[in-house]
Each structure stands twice: as structure tokens, then as C-alpha cells.
T-cell receptor, first 113, second 114 residues
């Protein structure tokens, strides 16, 4: 069964600090891995998308890494801002007819002043 | 920037009633999806739709659920006889194609079954 596991479940950091969120997956056949930001009661918004051959990708203060051999990914947030408070969800896309996404449970990040 | 639009944003219905959740995907997208998120839980895949038929569905998507693309712009999810456990956020998404990067989610419909 396809699964995506994330850690930690929740994290509190001070504004301006960095943090790293972790993701492990067992999804086959693998197509791509995405990190989404989800504000409470809103739809997920894409931050980064990586294919099998990519091992790092940046989007502003967000940097994602992918190790396809160990099936692990991380999302690093630099110089956090209050607006970064949200759930960060690791999502893996299977390379099948429906291209469905398997979602992790997310890491709930709170940035405090 | 193109958006996936969902209506209504919140719907309350009585147990046993039928509900239809509506979505307008991005116009040049070819794949359409419904996902749901029960409060406090992961987002779960329900169904994907391509070329006017279901291409994949999860075990959640039983006979109580159906999807339809009644015209060139709308994509609907119908729940025939709602149960309390159907209460969740329902997200519509659309994509340009298999493996493509254009996966875009709507803001969701919060369904509350009472």
C-alpha cells in the first residue's frame, strides 16, 4: 500500500529561525514528490515538485531535497516568517493511469514572534 | 493565475440527503480529481476522471459516490445518501496530464452532515 510518513507532527520555532521537515515514502511506481503548504480550511498550495532525477529544488526560502534511493525527502525553510505558520504536506505522485496523489499527514508549523 | 473554483464553500445537509459538490477546473486541464480530508486526518484520494470516464478510484469511492462532467466546464461529485462520516473538506483538483506538474487544488467545500 502506498504510504507517506512525515516528521515531526508539529513544530514551534521563533521567527527568523530555520527548520527542516522530513518525509519518508513507499509509493510505486514513483512519478514525482511535491511539498504543499496548507493553511487551515484552505486547499493545498504547491511549493516544490521533484522528479526521480532531481535531488534538490528551491523556491525562495523553501528548499526541498529528494533521495530516491532511500525514499526520503526534506523541506528546509530558511529565515522563517510568521506567515509560514501552516501545515506542510509531503505528497507523492504515482505513475499510474489516474496520477493520484498520496498525502502525508503533514507537519504543523507554528512560527512565533 | 488560473484557479480551480469550488462551490459552495460550506454545505450543511441532513443525514440521508443527496448532495452535489461543484467544481470548475482550469480550462485546458485534462484530468480531474476529488480528494477529501476528514478533520484532523490526511487528505485522501477519492477518484480521478479523464476523457469522460473514471480512470482510478479508491476504496472510499463506493456506490454512494458518483462524478460527472455535465458540460465543458463543470465537474461534480454527488453523494447519494449522506452519512455522518461523510463530513469532511472535499477538494477538487485538475491537472494537465499524467505525471504533469500542473496539479492545482481548489479551496474546498466543507460538508457537514447532521
Amino acid at each position: 500500500k502506498n504510504q507517506v510518513e512525515q516528521s515531526p507532527q508539529s513544530l514551534i520555532i521563533l521567527e527568523g529561525k530555520n527548520c527542516t521537515l522530513q518525509c519518508n515514502y513507499t509509493v510505486s511506481p514513483f512519478s514525482n514528490l511535491r511539498w504543499y503548504k496548507q493553511d487551515t480550511g484552505r486547499g493545498p498550495v504547491s511549493l516544490t515538485i521533484m522528479t526521480f532525477s532531481e535531488n534538490t529544488k528551491s523556491n525562495g526560502r523553501y528548499t526541498a531535497t529528494l533521495d530516491a534511493d532511500t525514499k526520503q525527502s526534506s523541506l528546509h525553510i530558511t529565515a522563517s516568517q510568521l506567515s509560514d505558520s501552516a501545515s506542510y504536506i509531503c505528497v507523492v505522485s504515482a505513475n499510474n493511469a489516474g496520477n493520484m496523489l498520496t498525502f502525508g499527514g503533514g507537519t504543523r508549523l507554528m512560527v512565533k514572534p | 493565475e488560473p484557479e480551480v473554483t469550488q462551490t459552495p464553500s460550506h454545505q450543511v445537509t441532513q443525514m440521508g440527503q443527496e448532495v452535489i459538490l461543484r467544481c470548475v477546473p482550469i480550462s485546458n486541464h485534462l484530468y480531474f480529481y476529488w480528494y477529501r480530508q476528514i478533520l484532523g486526518q490526511k487528505v485522501e484520494f477519492l477518484v480521478s476522471f479523464y476523457n469522460n470516464e473514471i480512470s482510478e478510484k479508491s476504496e472510499i469511492f463506493d456506490d454512494q459516490f458518483s462524478v460527472e462532467r455535465p458540460d465543458g466546464s463543470n465537474f461534480t461529485l454527488k453523494i447519494r445518501s449522506t452519512k455522518l462520516e461523510d463530513s469532511a473538506m472535499y477538494f477538487c483538483a485538475s491537472n494537465t496530464g499524467t505525471g504533469a506538474f500542473g496539479y492545482t487544488f481548489g479551496s474546498g467545500t466543507r460538508l457537514t452532515v447532521v
